[in-house]
Structure formats: C-alpha cells, structure tokens
Nanobody
Framework: QVQLVESGGGLVQPGGSLRLSCAAS????????MGWYRQAPGKQRELVAR???????NYADSVKGRFTISRDNAKRTVYLQMNSLKPEDTAVYYC??????????WGQGTQVTVSS
C-alpha cells in the first residue's frame, strides 16, 4: 500500500519561511509528477506547484518568486521551500504523486498557519 508522509508544517510569522517534505513508502515504483496543493477554509483545493520527472516546474501565480519546489528521485521525496510567507498562504498543504503505473496518491495534509 502506497503512503505519502508529509512533514514541515507549522506556525510562522508573516515574512517567515517553512520547508515542507513529502516522501513515498510502500512500493518501489518511480514517480512521474509530484505536486503540492493547498486548501484554505471555505475554499477549493488548488495547485500550488508541481514538478515533472524531468524537472520542469510550474507554480500558481500567487506563489511565484516565493515558493520553490524540488525533488529527490532516489528518495522519492518532494520538497516545497516557502519564503516570504503571507497570511493568505494559510491552508492545509497536501502532496500528490502520480506513479509511473498510473496511480495518484495523496498525503494526509499538513497545516501551515501564517500569523503574527
């Protein structure tokens, strides 16, 4: 059974930084796309950033220039470096992997709260 385990969320002041991590366990299949999504209270889940197996990235306009997604294929881990955080970045952040055999899996979510 595939599991995605997230870590790194928490409470941070505006302007601060956090680094999220998400690692896969339970199988040995390679991962095509890796992504981070977020869902704020009362809002739909939205894509924050994604990275392909070849390293191509795309970001939501709201995070461009502040967030950086990266991956370690050997560790089947994706990272999200979040800088210059704003209160509107407050949300539950989910990682999602699209495995090479076609299965998409989701992490359990990690809370990020930006507040003074």
């Amino acid at each position: 059974q595939v599991q995605l385990v997230e870590s790194g969320g928490g409470l941070v002041q505006p302007g601060g930084s956090l680094r999220l991590s998400c690692a896969a366990s339970g199988n040995s299949f390679s991962v095509n796309d890796m992504g981070w999504y977020r869902q704020a209270p009362g809002k739909q889940r939205e894509l924050v950033a994604r990275i392909t197996s070849g390293g191509s990235t795309n970001y939501a306009d709201s995070v461009k220039g502040r967030f950086t997604i990266s991956r370690d294929n050997a560790k089947r881990t994706v990272y999200l470096q979040m800088n210059s955080l704003k209160p509107e970045d407050t949300a539950v952040y989910y990682c999602s992997f699209l495995f090479s055999f076609g299965l998409r899996s989701w992490g359990q979510g990690t809370q990020v709260t930006v507040s003074s």
